[in-house]
């Protein structure tokens, strides 16, 4: 029936194992090789990309301090200008407020003069106003009589 020769079969148990031999040193060794070079540079990657978030978070503190601090001196700074124009404002105002003061005092006096002159005036006029009245009156006098 069946012809089982030994021979045969060692050949072929032969070239099974030097085939074997063949695929795990240029296929198998290689394929594995490259395999754990790859999970070697995946894992290195990681490691690398995880350093590089833990960067990124250090640098994105420093940029809400940096911007938080610039913020803060920017409220200083405008806090301080607002401070200077105010007092600015005031003393224009203040300075404005002598300069009518010192108008007015100018018109008072000013219109104390004027009223003395006035008064001297009427007070001449009311002299001279008097005599007129008087002479008419008399003149009056005279013609009834």
Known sequence: MLDIKLSVM??????????LILLNQWLFKPL???????????????KSISSNNNEAKQYEQEIANILENAKSEAAKIKKAALEAAKKE???????????????????????EVKKEEL?????????ELKDMLSSKLKG???KKL
């Open 10 to 19: 060692l050949i072929e148990a032969g070239i099974f194992l030097v085939t």
């Open 32 to 46: 594995l090789s490259f395999m754990d070079k790859r999970d070697e540079k995946l894992a290195d990657e990681l």
């Open 89 to 111: 404002a005031n003393s224009m105002v203040e300075s404005e407020v002598r300069s009518l003061e010192t108008s007015k005092k100018a018109f008072y006096s000013e219109l």
């Open 119 to 127: 008064t001297k005036e009427l007070e001449v006029s009311s002299a």
């Open 140 to 142: 009056i006098a005279w």
